[in-house]
């Protein structure tokens, strides 16, 4: 029994032995050979393996994946499924790896092929930016065998670059990935000692809040969206996705959401290819509004992700910010590019060195003295005690290794020793020095250069593709539930929600408000109901819009019984809910004989017709609201006439006469904005238009909506000046030949072809500037040298003419490729001025006198103020869409 008591005590302490060291060592070796990448060069180990057996390999060719995870294994002690899928992985991210086949795609899921089937290299990036072999710090592999590097000397952000993700024992690190050129932004502001901010980038790119961010440490979250939006009142598309989904389990997320019966789905498709495209078709009846909210509440249309930032720095775990670990990674970057610097300050030098003594040797002829020296060290003496008269100048003594290295010299360079071609290559030494050592003694802003290079270089096509928007300020109107239908009674004067069986307006939401115009000169705004009294004989029932300076309300209203009648442009942009309000002057029996509602502030021509009275001798004319001043409210107006009218009859729909609105173009949603998002178009007027060209050869020209939607094929997009010729390439199919043209557009209302009708006829290059240059590479004939590049100026090249017209022969010869070049120097004449119509405040109303009757004597107008108890009412929906093409 003993015996049993002591063989149990001792296996009891074997297992704690186990638990203290085996354990501890097992969590060590996992946190720092495997899970936690080190900040020194942003890699894990596996990582780092991965680039130096590719750079082993790089013979500029690729390589199969299956040969380079072979030859990863001679320095990592795993097996080749885990080499494999950290090589996809750092492929798809599309940084350091250039790959060839079916790499996967991150944004459906799919995984990447066999290895035996894809190949790699290292990108051009990874080459300048990653290996350095004189500054590198090697180590012996794990078997001894082969030599590896501690850490790469990388000198870029790569970790923020990259992102890293992993779970050790004990710990985990979670670094979300950052944009190329922000990174970049961010190491130059801190050279320069300046603050600087990061926030998450994402390949996925999608909508994303940083508010609470914390700097990517313990604590923070940042939330991502997909990027909805409605294609039609009865499809919605997704277009980007967030961060960590992928199109497969955001599919199954949204149709889980619809069985719990959250959302109602009619069907789902997923088009994605290279570029998200998930559409989503809804029921009839179904408010997109409402679905694009749920999609948010109920999928993985919107998720959470908390970052953490742990790192391995001197072979220890530390927890530190985004900010710190770009500061570090700077930091780190100006040290190695001191050394290189150093390092090739040492060896200039030595060539100086070296180029002197040999031309010492030479030019004094002391190659002569070893003619009668017997014995090695005779020799080696005799330079030596040749060299020392000349040798004062040199930078450092000469040893018998400089001189061992002159006896070598050749008897044929002897012979064709240049005494000016040597000192011209000391001379060059000399400045090569001198440069390296200003480098050296200015190296912030020799790495402030070289981090500007590198975006020069590699930036581009490295945009943000994450919008960063604050989710809670998201306007409501834009995302309100609008499922509820609005009626109207005109004649008896009730609008609300449940009187379906009168006339249905629009579609509104529970926290809307609506403006109501009637026949007698009132107007009210009120909160959607069930039912409401307004007044009796509504005309115009709308959404109504809280500081809404662009809808402009025309009106014509007759002043009382018997009164003059009146003419006044105004804008409602805050009001009293609830209470009636005056069109007019609110005599009794005012009545409007003409009302329009303008969202864009459009003025448009209208015919006044009289009735026959007395010796009225005029009894029709045009009147045109352009003409008239947007005013406030409760002024009075123009007088148009002291006559009965008839009626009064629209002649000719009007343009907006606001002032010009600059816009933008947002290329992420293909939408027209005036909040300063994506590129500058320029400010419009009610006369200018959109010039519009797609791949097609379609050409346009449209008024500037902001309710347009753009196709993706659009390849010109800005401000029509109809002076300004367009000139056109394009290959006519019949002919088989590449054509040119330039053409003015006659009709802007119409849509034309530039192209011939031929089906093989395509679009190759559209030039809109006043004087293009195209350059033409010519494909390498037959038994003949390449043809040199020939540049055309199109506009000696072809007259203007028609659209129509097929224009002339470019070349007939077989062309490579056709290039845009920078076009010749043309002075823009200066743009007209627009006419401006000023939007007068109703406090201060300067009434604009308009007499258009015969012997009409002007009236004065009356103004009112504003009411002083005001109250803040919502903003509309949106306005419905039009498509392009």
């Known amino acids: 029994m003993a015996n049993e008591e002591d063989a149990q005590d001792d296996a009891l302490t074997k297992v704690t032995g186990m638990y203290k060291d085996w354990f501890l060592d097992y969590a060590s070796y996992v946190i720092l050979e495997r899970a936690v990448p080190a900040i020194e060069d942003g890699f894990k180990p596996v990582q780092r393996r991965i680039m130096h057996a590719l750079k082993e390999l790089d013979d500029g060719r690729y390589n199969k994946v299956a040969n380079v995870v072979g030859h990863t294994m001679q320095y990592h002690p795993h097996g080749d499924a885990s ?79 990259q992102g890293a993700e992993g779970i050790a024992v004990g710990l985990s690190t979670k670094v979300l990935p950052h944009n190329f050129n922000e990174l970049i932004d961010a190491s130059i502001k801190h050279l320069e000692g300046k603050r600087f901010k990061l926030f998450p980038d994402f390949p996925t790119a999608g909508i994303i809040d ?60 997923d088009n994605t290819a ?16 409402k679905t694009i909210d749920a999609l948010y509440a109920f999928t993985s249309c919107e998720s959470s992700i908390s ?75 005799a330079i030596d005690e ?20 002159l006896t070598e010299i050749r008897i044929k360079r002897i012979s064709k020793f240049d005494l000016d071609k040597a000192q011209q290559h000391l001379d060059n030494l000399e400045e090569k020095i001198a440069e390296v050592k200003h480098h050296l003694a200015n190296i912030i802003t020799y790495a402030v250069d070289y981090f500007k290079r590198l975006k020069a270089t590699y930036g581009k096509g490295r945009e943000r593709k994450s919008e960063i928007r604050i989710f809670d300020d998201i306007e409501a109107t834009k995302v309100v539930i609008r499922n509820t239908k609005l009626y109207v009674n005109r004649e008896e004067g009730f609008v609300g929600t449940s009187m379906r069986r009168d006339e249905y307006v629009t579609d509104c939401a529970d926290i809307d408000n609506i403006i109501v115009f009637t026949k007698n000169g009132k107007m009210m ?54 209470r009636l309000y005056d069109v007019g002057t609110g005599k009794a029996g005012t009545d409007i004989l003409y009302f329009s509602a303008n969202p864009n502030g459009e003025a448009e021509v209208i015919t006044v017709l009289l009735r026959q009275a007395g010796s009225i001798k005029k009894l029709k004319w045009d009147l045109d609201f352009s003409d008239v001043l947007i005013k406030g409210r409760g002024s009075k107006g123009n007088l148009v006439t002291k006559y009965s009218v008839k009626r009064i009859e629209l002649k000719e729909k009007g343009l907006s006469t606001l002032k010009p609105r600059k816009l933008w173009f947002d290329d992420t949603v293909q939408r027209l904005n005036m909040d300063e998002r994506g590129e500058y178009l320029g400010e419009f007027t009610s006369e200018d238009r959109l010039l519009v060209i797609n791949q097609q050869g379609n050409i346009k020209t449209v008024i500037p909506e902001l309710t347009l939607r753009f196709n993706d094929d659009m390849i010109v997009l800005e401000k029509w000046e109809p002076q300004k010729p367009i000139s056109a390439i394009y290959w006519e199919g019949d ?55 020939l540049e055309v100026d199109l506009e000696q090249f072809i007259a203007i003419k028609g659209i129509s017209a097929m224009g002339n022969q470019l070349t007939k010869d077989k062309v490579l490729e056709i290039n845009a070049m920078a076009s010749l120097p043309y002075e823009v ?18 009434t604009q006198e308009l007499s258009v009757a015969p012997k009409e004597p002007p009236a004065s107008d009356k103004t009112s103020t504003k009411p002083t108890d005001q109250e803040d009412v919502d903003d509309d929906d949106e306005e419905g869409q039009i498509t392009l093409f």
């Open 210 to 269: 940083v508010t609470n961010y914390n700097d990517g440490m313990r604590g923070g979250k940042v939330r991502v969206r997909a990027k909805i939006s409605q294609m039609d009142k009865n499809t919605l598309v997704i277009n980007e996705i967030p961060y960590g989904t992928n199109t497969s389990s955001l599919i199954d997320s949204i149709l889980k959401a619809n069985d719990k019966g959250k959302i109602k789905v009619k069907k789902i498709e």
């Open 525 to 578: 705004v009120t909160k959607v109901d069930s039912k409401t009294f307004v007044d009796k004989n509504i005309i115009h029932v709308a959404v109504f819009k809280k500081k809404d300076k662009r809808t402009t309300y025309n009106l014509i209203y007759k002043d009382g019984r018997g009164g003059p009648s009146y003419i006044k442009r105004f804008n409602v942009t805050s009001i009293t809910r609830d």
């Open 274 to 289: 290279a570029d998200v495209e998930i559409l989503i078709h809804l029921p009839s009846g179904i408010s997109p509004d």
């Open 307 to 381: 970052p953490l930032g742990c790192i391995i720095e001197d072979n220890k775990p530390l927890f530190i910010g985004v900010t710190e670990m770009l500061k570090r990674s700077t930091d780190a970057t100006v040290e190695l590019l001191r050394q290189e610097l150093e390092i090739q300050l040492g060896e200039l030098e030595q060539q100086w060195h070296a180029a002197s003594l040999e031309r010492i040797f030479i030019e004094n002829r002391i190659y002569r003295d070893i003619e009668e020296q017997e014995t090695w060290e005779g020799v080696i003496k």
């Open 83 to 161: 080499i494999a899928d950290a090589m996809v992985q750092m492929g798809q991210k599309d940084l350091l790896i250039d790959t060839q086949g079916n790499w996967g795609n991150i944004l459906t899921g799919d995984r990447a092929a066999a290895s035996r089937y894809i190949e790699a290299r290292l990108s051009k990036f990874a080459l300048d930016v990653v290996f350095s072999p004189k500054i590198t710090e090697w180590q012996q592999s794990y078997d001894g065998r082969k030599k590896e590097p501690v850490n790469l000397p990388v000198m870029f952000p790569l970790l923020l670059a």
């Open 386 to 405: 040749g060299l020392k008269p000349h040798t004062k100048h040199l930078k450092r003594p000469v040893t018998e290794e400089d001189i061992v290295r």
């Open 829 to 846: 004449p200066k743009p007209r001025e627009a006419s401006e119509i000023e939007v007068v405040d109703e406090e201060n109303v300067v």
């Open 735 to 789: 002919k088989e030949l590449f054509y040119v043209k330039r053409f003015l557009i006659d009709n802007p209302e119409r849509v034309e072809s530039i192209l011939t009708d031929h089906p093989k006829s395509y679009l190759e290059k559209v030039f809109t500037d006043y004087r293009p240059k195209a350059e033409i590479v010519f494909a390498k004939k037959r038994g003949k040298d390449r043809q040199d590049n």
